[in-house]
T-cell receptor
Framework: DAGVIQSPRHEVTEMGQEVTLRCKPI?????LFWYRQTMMRGLELLIY????????DSGMPEDRFSAKMPNASFSTLKIQPSEPRDSAVYFC???????????????FGPGTRLTVT | AQKITQTQPGMFVQEKEAVTLDCTYD???????LFWYKQPSSGEMIFLIY??????QNATEGRYSLNFQKARKSANLVISASQLGDSAMYFCAMREGGGDMRFGAGTRLTVKP
């Protein structure tokens, strides 16, 4: 398997522009997660989906952030308008659904390094 | 409330020695999973080891072992025979039910030659 695929790997944009980050999860995985990592705040869960349905978006910083999962093999995280404080590494991860006493690990993509100037 | 606590921002270990990275967690669930991830300077997140709350034996994966003390709610990672390539950030994480995973703040391990 190719693993979790994210694009672009690096994005540099100007304040006020729209940014779209893309993720392709591992085939067959039921869960998809979006994280943001910064030095100050560490690894933050932004939103996660189960079977393409958003389950918890309480980590989304504000209305400028939105995420969609139109099908099992694709998700987007959009920031509009972007601000310098959005600069971070954004990770997408996917996993199987835990059954009974088994909890599955998350497989992370390589991340997208976003810089907003 | 913070669910995963890693109290060691940084740790040093001599090459070939063992090192323990601390992790405590907080949950009222009976069924949960504990995980450790490694993040080298290149940035990728690498899954290392998993411990289920009902597992009676401590998990082991090669040079990694998880010292699981359920009553104390601790899940320390032990790396034996440290190598220079072990220098990285290490994150402890917990998954309750089938849902999201929460991560600790991480510990930066430096292996000295």
């Amino acid at each position: 398997d190719a693993g979790v695929i994210q694009s672009p790997r690096h994005e540099v944009t100007e304040m006020g522009q729209e940014v779209t980050l893309r993720c392709k999860p591992i085939s067959g995985h039921d869960y998809l997660f979006w994280y943001r990592q910064t030095m100050m705040r560490g690894l933050e869960l932004l939103i996660y989906f189960n079977n393409n349905v958003p389950i918890d978006d309480s980590g989304m910083p504000e209305d400028r952030f939105s995420a969609k999962m139109p099908n099992a093999s694709f998700s987007t995280l959009k920031i509009q308008p972007s601000e310098p404080r959005d600069s971070a590494v954004y990770f997408c991860a996917s996993s199987l659904y835990g059954v009974g006493q088994k909890h599955y690990e998350q497989y992370f993509g390589p991340g997208t390094r976003l810089t907003v100037t | 409330a913070q669910k995963i606590t890693q109290t060691q921002p940084g740790m040093f270990v001599q090459e070939k020695e063992a090192v323990t990275l601390d992790c405590t967690y907080d949950t009222s669930d009976q069924s949960y999973g504990l995980f450790w991830y490694k993040q080298p300077s290149s940035g990728e997140m690498i899954f290392l080891i998993y411990q289920g709350s009902y597992d009676e034996q401590n998990a082991t994966e090669g040079r990694y072992s998880l010292n699981f003390q359920k009553a104390r709610k601790s899940a320390n990672l032990v790396i034996s025979a440290s190598q220079l390539g072990d220098s990285a950030m290490y994150f402890c994480a917990m998954r309750e039910g089938g849902g999201d995973m929460r991560f600790g703040a991480g510990t930066r391990l430096t292996v000295k030659p």
